[in-house]
């Protein structure tokens, strides 16, 4: 098994968010082959060539790095700017058929309120029509009743309802 290079080692000091990580080997100074580094897991020559040849390249990398780190950012924030503008978008259709919803019934309502009193004025025709009817009906009563008492005979064999003997 291959032995695996600790990649911060080769850019010469970690990142901040593992400053709280000892780099150096517990073993530092006793190290039985000195061509072979505890810490990046690579032979101290070839260490030492990857520092020389590296320095140029850990400025690219990092310069890399960065630039990689930003078209993460700008990307982020078109994503964010596309999504807080679809949202906008949602939130608008949402309105607009919220909106349509209100005009929809605010003129059901009128036809509601139209159809309401149509049936409040037949109703009070109804009734004023009833109140007609009980009228006639206790006029035509007490002319019925007349009329009994002057047909009223001593030979009379007809008699109403109400007389039950």
Known sequence: MQPSTNIFSLHGCPPSY????PTSSPFFGQNPNPFFSFE???NTSQFMSLISSNNST????????KEIINERKQKRKISNRE???RSRMRKQRQVDELW?????LRNENHQLLRKLNCVLESQE?????????????????QMISD???QNQSPFS???DDDDVV
């Open 147 to 149: 009329m009994q008492l």
């Open 83 to 85: 999504s807080a503008r």
């Open 58 to 65: 850990s400025d690219e990398a990092e310069e890399n790095h």
């Open 100 to 104: 349509s919803q209100v005009m929809w």
């Open 125 to 141: 025709k109804v009734i004023e029509e009833n109140n007609q009817l009980k009228e006639e009906t206790t006029e035509l009563k």
């Open 18 to 21: 593992l400053s709280h990580i």
């Open 157 to 159: 064999c007809i008699r």
């Open 40 to 42: 990046t897991g690579v």
